[in-house]
């Protein structure tokens, strides 16, 4: 079964700096997407950012961006100028492809960032 | 505009007394999903349908039940629900096509069985 590992429970970050959160997976597929999602204290699940296994160039949104590294299976979210707003929970998670689009995302347990002014 | 809808959005409730989770996208996916989230376990898929009279269990099925008699709603049936039922429970919903595609999620139902 895959598993997703998010190794901080909780980070922070001065307003402004940049900071990166860990993510880690086991999988023995080739084929996998890779999200992170964004909890505000609203509780709704966004998504910030994903990416395609067989790319190799590292996906960006804006400010953030992602180091994917396939041999490692690590997924690393680096948010840049952070602003208050980038406060929340943080989850990375993982979907195998399917060609039926049926997978389930399998969620690490999250990471809580703190955004400091 | 597209968007995933869940009543009620809080529930409190007794152990014992049936109550139903409703869940409707109005996106025309096929793929549907519920999940829980419990604090330093993430989230957890409970069950998921890949079209209309279609439904399999995930990871955490147990004490919960589904239908998907119509494309649009994905109802989470809780029989007899138990104070270990407390969570906050997420519907999703997503196009089958491909697993790229992006899971959309409904904002959240926060139940807690006394």
């Known amino acids: 079964a895959q598993t997703v590992t998010q190794s901080q429970p909780e980070m922070s970050v001065q307003e402004a700096e940049t900071v990166t959160l860990s993510c880690t997976y086991d999988t023995s597929e080739s084929d996998y997407y890779l999200f992170w999602y964004k909890q505000p204290p609203s509780r709704q699940m966004i998504l910030v950012i994903r990416?395609?296994?067989?790319?190799?160039q590292n996906a960006t949104e804006n400010r953030f961006s992602v180091n994917f590294q396939k041999a490692a299976k690590s997924f690393s979210l680096k948010i840049s100028d952070s602003q208050l707003g980038d406060a929340a929970m943080y989850f990375c998670a993982y979907r195998r492809y399917h060609q039926g689009g049926s997978e389930k995302l399998v969620f690490g347990k999250g990471t809580k960032l703190t955004v400091n002014p | 505009e597209a968007q995933v809808t869940q009543n009620p959005r809080y529930l409190i409730t007794v152990t014992g007394k049936k109550l139903t989770v409703t869940c409707s996208q109005n996106?025309?996916?096929?793929?549907m999903s519920w999940y829980r989230q419990d604090p330093g376990l993430g989230l957890r898929q409970i069950y998921y349908s890949m079209n209309v009279e279609v439904t399999d269990k995930g990871d955490v099925p147990e004490g919960y039940k589904v239908s998907r008699k119509e494309k649009r709603n994905f109802p989470l049936i809780l029989e007899s629900p138990s104070p270990n039922q407390t969570s906050l429970y997420f519907c999703a919903s997503s196009l089958r096509r491909e697993s790229y595609n992006e899971q959309f999620f409904g904002p959240g139902t926060r139940l807690t069985v006394l």
């Open positions: 990416q395609e296994a067989y790319k190799q």
């Open positions: 996106m025309n996916h096929e793929y």
